[in-house]
């Protein structure tokens, strides 16, 4: 059986350097807002490129964050990837604020800056550019409409740990950007976990308080804020994995450029390389208008995969009232023809070998 994730050779490799922080943490009897959190904090920004880093509880709340402390809420328009993970539209509703879709390029996933301004109005506050699957989007052309406009730009980088633009990280390409660790993520915790990342001081203190009860100092509330918070042990385990980071992108490239050199089958679309840096292939997505066949075909020969993501967020059931009447047809085509190959670190040879035999024999 090849499995569609697995994280047992990545954490193999650094199961005592994982013992040594947790028992760090437990040593030092600080489970809240400690050193392993202000350390990683600082590493991270560095990593990212960036001047200031502030851990939350998962990246769904790291999006949110951003936006309420922007002041984006009740009669406000936020721009979003029609076909996306649903945390990103539920950060905006949070807010009141409404996702206003638009659609993706069909060979990047990533939102087409040629159609955002049609969908911009009065109400319009900000665009989340999402880098899905771990590719970036085309950032230099919406940050020109973003500056057009006076839109605020935000990175949804959830599954962008380490991907580049242009040489710059995910992360340092918008005002402020938000991840997620969680575990299936390239830079993963041992639960769930987010950040948000950026240059703005004024927005990072604003971020940090609102996730702390709205709380500038213990008991001081100047805000009506949330309990978000990155822990100390999962600060301590992502500080482990960090430095790491790079050489597991580095293997997941492997196996991808494998994948995009041998897999040869008219039935099957492969994703198109990034022009613009460094895909970290967090999912390598393919797409067959015979998916449920490959599904099976994948099944019988004990292949894992994956779906991401089979309905799209306006049709979802939390969403469908709200956007009746709207069509996204480029997002359906994605959702009903996606499927994601494994893909993780320390996949042999013959495991790759195995899936690319059996989708050149589908």
Not at 46 to 63: I, P, S, T
Not at 255 to 270: G, P, S, V
């Amino acid at each position: 059986m090849i499995p569609f994730v697995s994280f047992d050779n990545m954490h193999d490799e650094i199961k005592e350097e994982l013992g040594q922080a947790y028992n760090r943490v437990m040593a030092s009897e600080w489970f809240i807002q400690g050193e392993e959190c202000k350390k990683f904090e600082e590493e991270f920004a560095e990593y990212c490129g960036a001047k200031y880093c502030v851990g939350c509880g998962n990246g769904l709340d790291a999006l949110f964050l951003i936006l309420k402390a922007y002041e984006i809420g009740e009669g406000d328009e936020v721009i979003v990837p029609s076909n996306t993970f649903i945390a990103t539209a539920l950060a905006v509703s949070y807010t009141g604020a409404k996702p206003v879709f638009v659609e993706p390029d069909p060979d990047s996933y990533t939102i087409n800056p040629e159609w955002i301004e049609e969908k911009i109005t009065e109400h319009t506050k900000a665009i989340i550019a999402v880098h899905l699957y771990g590719r970036t989007a085309d950032m230099d052309q919406i940050r020109q409409i973003a500056d057009r406009h006076h839109l605020k730009l935000i990175e949804d980088a959830a599954q962008a740990h380490g991907a580049t633009y242009k040489g710059k990280r995910a992360g340092s390409l918008g005002d402020a950007a938000g991840f997620s660790f969680y575990p299936g993520k390239n830079l993963g915790a041992l639960g769930d976990g987010g950040a948000v990342v950026s240059d703005d001081k004024e927005l990072i203190d604003k971020v940090r308080a609102l996730g702390n009860y709205g709380s500038d100092y213990k008991y001081h509330h100047i805000y009506q804020g949330h309990n978000s918070r990155l822990d100390e042990i999962q600060a301590a385990f992502l500080r482990v994995k960090l430095p790491y980071l790079d050489k597991w992108n580095r293997d997941r490239n492997r196996i991808a450029d494998r994948y995009l050199k041998e897999i040869h089958n008219e039935k099957i679309e492969l994703p198109e390389r990034s022009q613009y840096g460094d895909h970290i292939y967090h999912i390598f997505a393919v797409r067959t208008d015979k998916r449920e066949e490959l599904e099976k075909w994948l099944s019988l020969h004990e292949i894992g995969f994956g779906k991401h993501y089979p309905i799209p967020i306006y049709r979802q059931p939390s969403y469908a009232a709200a956007y009746e009447g709207e069509t996204y047809p480029i997002a359906d085509r994605i959702s009903e023809s996606e499927l994601s190959l494994p893909m993780y670190y320390g996949m042999t040879d013959d495991q790759i070998d195995k899936v690319i035999g059996t989708l050149n024999n589908f």
